[in-house]
């Protein structure tokens, strides 16, 4: 065997640039750069022909591999797993903003969420999602736009593709010191379009913009590119000195580049792979004859005869030790007459037992795939998906957190920007300033997997039959410091109803008592403010009235005691409204707690 690919083969698999595997692309088997991983990992993604590209790449590079074909490739399903629960939805429920300076809220909630209609981030948002997943980073430009007047109009975030980034350095706390980005772009001639190479480069130790375009192809040493056709600045041209550039890794496995969702587990797909298509093949025999044609007699010295002259599907006489007769592919052969099938008698139950167990061992290195498998069974709750997926859920936390990350900092940088050039809602006064942390914020910490409103108020109810405040069971439901607010605040409002509307009750019934009507009469003459006065109860009275009321609606106490209690507590009110107030908490049902719309965060 080739030494090379004896080394493709043999060496341990590693992540990032460095790893070594069967499908190694450059001679010495390692691959040569992140963008040959990224190709990689969008035929892994695509999966149709995945391993035929693959082949093709390594007979470039002197390197053979066995035919395969991806009939066991998960990439595609773990890569939408985290689509599907990234940030899905619509803006701005999808992602709900939580700014720290409450006086600031309303105004850098609607600042941000103008830079994300500039943006296009609706839709964008999801692509970045896919390609962040799949290619295990995410790129995020602020670049702004110009009107027709020349003036800056808009500032936007732009997604980079990851293939296109050359180089890049980043400082301690994450921020960039140089970026080298290189895409190909189309230029007009007399000759019609001419393709070249756009070259940008930013660095921030010499403080430098410049731009380059060449026919060097991407790569190219930037010493071989010639003059810049732009040449800036960056602090005095463009009023910042910050590289608008941030980037997030998918996992940080330390090295400069992240690993995607499915990185880790390329060997057992391929493994899977593999065995699937020699199972398949073994089974089928893939273009390949199936059955074996032999002559039946030997001629007088006893030597065998010819194979039997056969006409093909076509009607053509076989001329060769192959034919075809209808869908069957045969060959010919001398001998004694026979005809015997080439597919074995294969244990299929055992060999799909075994590609089986590859795929389950697969699930422990992908656990989103499982996600796919739980629906089939038919629906079950938000919890219960939770827990079955829990390890699919801690790497969607871990890979949201980074890019959210990343978001909040270049948000922060379109702010600035937007301030610098004049734009409507970016002034100081409306936003403040970033010097003085006016622009902090984060996103609202919600569910990869939500629990349905039903789920959660069945939680919350369960704390309160335990005797638990409601607010304490609203907190461990999940529901957000806001929500309880709310919640508390509508539950003040609802008990402050109930006390008029008893408070009434009991002073109609005041009333009638004081102009000495029974309580079977209809006609209550008005009553006098002193009657009123001197007959009203305070609100400790109130309050014990209430407190009984709402011991019947919730069977605490027996309606008939309630009526007689309540009688002889209060003797100015008559039996009939007694009996009004009582019967109407009998049939009293409270609704269980809904969560609301998660609002718009501030905090202090």
């Known amino acids: 065997m080739d030494n090379r690919v004896d080394t493709a083969l043999q060496q341990a698999a590693q992540t990032g640039k460095n790893r070594t595997s069967l499908l190694s692309l450059s001679g010495d088997g390692r691959v040569s750069s992140p963008q040959e991983w990224y190709r990689i990992y969008d035929l892994y993604y695509g999966n149709n022909g995945l391993y035929d590209l693959l082949a093709q790449f390594l ?28 940030w899905p939805g619509s803006l701005p429920k999808a992602m709900p903003l939580v700014v720290k300076s409450k006086a600031r809220a309303t105004a850098i909630t609607t600042a941000v969420e103008q830079i994300w209609d500039w943006s ?32 800056v109009s808009q500032v ?3 997604v980079l593709n990851a293939a296109n980034v050359v180089d890049f350095q980043k400082d301690a706390r994450g921020s960039m010191t140089y970026f080298r980005i290189d895409t190909y772009q189309q230029r007009p001639s007399d000759n019609g379009p001419v393709s070249i190479t756009r070259t940008e480069v930013w660095d921030k130790a010499t403080g430098s913009y410049q731009v380059y375009e060449h026919s060097k192809g991407k790569g190219a040493a930037i010493k071989e590119l010639g003059d810049p056709t732009i040449n800036k600045n960056i602090l005095e041209s463009l009023g910042f000195d910050f590289i608008p550039i941030v980037h997030a890794k998918f ?18 797909i391929d493994e899977a792979n593999m065995a699937a298509t020699r199972l398949h093949q073994i089974l089928f025999r893939y273009n390949k004859p199936t059955t074996v044609v032999m002559a039946n007699s030997v001629d007088d010295s006893g030597r065998p005869l010819p194979a039997p002259t056969v006409e093909d599907r076509d009607g053509n006489e076989s001329t060769s030790d192959a034919i075809k007769i209808g869908d069957e592919d045969l060959w010919e052969l001398p001998g004694y007459s026979d005809i015997k099938h080439l597919v074995p008698d294969l244990k299929y139950a055992d060999a799909l037992a075994i590609l089986n ?33 829990a390890g699919a859920v801690d790497r969607a936390f871990e890979a949201r957190g980074n890019a959210e990350t990343a978001l909040i900092n270049a948000q922060k940088m379109a702010l600035t920007i937007g301030q610098l050039r ?56 999940g529901f957000s410091e806001t929500e309880i607010e709310d919640d508390s605040k509508v539950a003040e409002e609802e008990k402050k109803a109930e006390q008029q509307l008893f408070g009434t009750l009991v002073l109609d019934s005041m009333r009638n008592r004081d102009q000495g009507l029974d309580s079977g009469s209809t006609t209550q003459p008005a009553a006098t ?19 009984i009321i709402s011991q019947v609606a919730t069977k605490q106490l027996p309606e008939d005691a309630a009526i007689e209690l309540i009688h002889s ?19 009293f049902e409270p609704s269980a707690p809904e969560s609301p719309s998660a609002p718009v965060e501030a905090t202090a």
């Not at 996992?251 to 057992?268: F, I, P, Q, S, W």
């Not at 167990?357 to 079950?380: C, F, H, R, V």
Request: proline share 3%.
């Open 529 to 547: 403010d002193a009657s009123i006065a001197d007959t009203a109860m305070n609100g400790a009275q109130v309050t014990s009235l209430v407190s």
């Open 422 to 477: 004049n734009l409507p809602g970016f002034e100081s006064k409306t936003i403040g300033t970033y010097e003085v942390g006016d622009f902090a914020h984060s996103f609202l910490e919600r569910e990869v997997i939500p629990i349905s409103k039903k789920e959660r108020a069945e939680t919350v109810k369960a704390f309160v039959d335990a005797g638990m405040s409601r607010g304490f069971g609203m907190k461990q439901a």
């Open 59 to 86: 007979r470039v590079n002197g390197l053979w591999m066995q035919g395969m074909k991806p009939l066991r490739n998960p990439a595609h399903r773990a890569v939408e797993f985290h689509v599907a629960h990234l």
């Open 569 to 587: 507590a209060f003797p100015a009110l008559s039996l009939d409204n007694i009996r009004k107030m009582v019967k109407s908490a009998v049939s």
């Open 156 to 158: 936007f975030l732009q």
């Open 357 to 389: 167990a590859q795929m389950s061992e697969l699930e422990g290195d992908l656990p989103e795939i499982l996600y796919y498998q739980l629906k089939e069974k038919g629906e079950l709750s938000g919890r219960a998906l939770q827990t079955l997926l």
């Open 120 to 151: 296009n981030w609706g839709t964008e948002k999801q692509l970045t999602a896919r390609r962040y997943a799949n290619l295990g980073d995410m790129f995020l430009k602020v670049p702004t736009y110009r009107g027709a007047d020349g003036d």
């Open 251 to 268: 996992a940080d496995v330390d090295e400069a580049r992240g690993a995607n969702c499915y990185t880790h587990a390329l060997d057992k």
